[in-house]
């Protein structure tokens, strides 16, 4: 069946190194992408969207990469801080469906 | 402005029994959408309600149920619980709703199921 996973459930980068962190989809139907942040004890924050005519869209420090070709879709974190640490976690919609991947755990070292 | 409010955060039930949770949606958002996250599962997609109405609906079954009232409040119910049941609920507002679209979580309600 078609999914949305996470190529890696865990992540752990140092303090000022930029993160990426992956999201694979399979539902050639979608057209809205979405990253959440989740720290612990909390709801998802809304990080950044991109919608499927643009392959690319930026943030403050994230950038959100979609390529539809293989159906990926990424999150880069530049510079990444202590308070990234958190799961991510990606979504994928269209009119008539919205699924969530996994998640990925980033950990930020000191 | 206020966020999105659940309450209870904790609650533990026995089996069979059944439970209602509250979502207060962020002023002015008429979207209130439901989810269910264990770490088996992740994420998962309940229902949506808009101006008092269901308007989308997720693959559960019919224990799990939900309302919304004229102030865009909105409450869920489990019936017969079941150890499965076990997870945090998460609330999310929204102005439009849909299926796209920026989510306003809550810090959800942690239900654990005897």
């Known amino acids: 069946g078609e999914s949305v996973g996470l190529h890696l459930p865990t992540l752990s980068v140092q303090e000022g190194d930029n993160s990426i962190i992956n999201c694979a989809y399979s539902?050639?139907?979608?057209?809205?992408f979405i990253w959440y942040k989740q720290e612990s004890g909390k709801g998802p924050q809304f990080i950044i969207d991109?919608?499927?005519?643009?392959d690319k869209r930026q943030g403050q420090r994230v950038t959100v990469l979609l390529n539809k070709t293989v159906k990926h879709l990424s999150l880069q974190i530049a510079a990444t801080q202590p308070g990234d640490s958190a799961v991510y976690f990606c979504?994928?919609?269209?009119?008539?469906?919205?699924?969530f991947g996994a998640g990925t755990r980033l950990t930020v070292k000191p | 402005k206020a966020g999105v409010t659940q309450t209870p955060r904790y609650l533990i039930k026995t089996r069979g029994q059944q439970v209602t949770l509250s979502c207060s949606p962020i002023?002015?958002?008429?979207?209130v959408s439901w989810y269910q996250q264990t770490p088996g599962q992740g994420l998962q997609f309940l229902f949506e309600?808009?101006?008092?109405?269901?308007?989308n609906k997720g693959n559960f079954p019919g224990r799990f149920s939900g309302r919304q009232f004229s102030n865009s409040r909105s409450e869920m119910n489990v019936s017969t619980l079941e150890l499965g049941d076990s997870a945090l609920y998460l609330c999310?507002?929204?102005?439009?709703?849909?299926?796209?679209?920026?989510?306003?979580f809550g810090e959800g309600s942690r239900l654990t199921v005897l």
């Open positions: 002023s002015g958002h008429r979207s």
């Open positions: 539902n050639s139907a979608s057209d809205y």
């Open positions: 979504a994928e919609s269209n009119n008539n469906d919205m699924r």
């Open positions: 991109i919608r499927s005519n643009m």
């Open positions: 999310a507002s929204s102005p439009t709703g849909g299926y796209t679209g920026e989510l306003f």
């Open positions: 309600y808009f101006s008092e109405t269901q308007r």
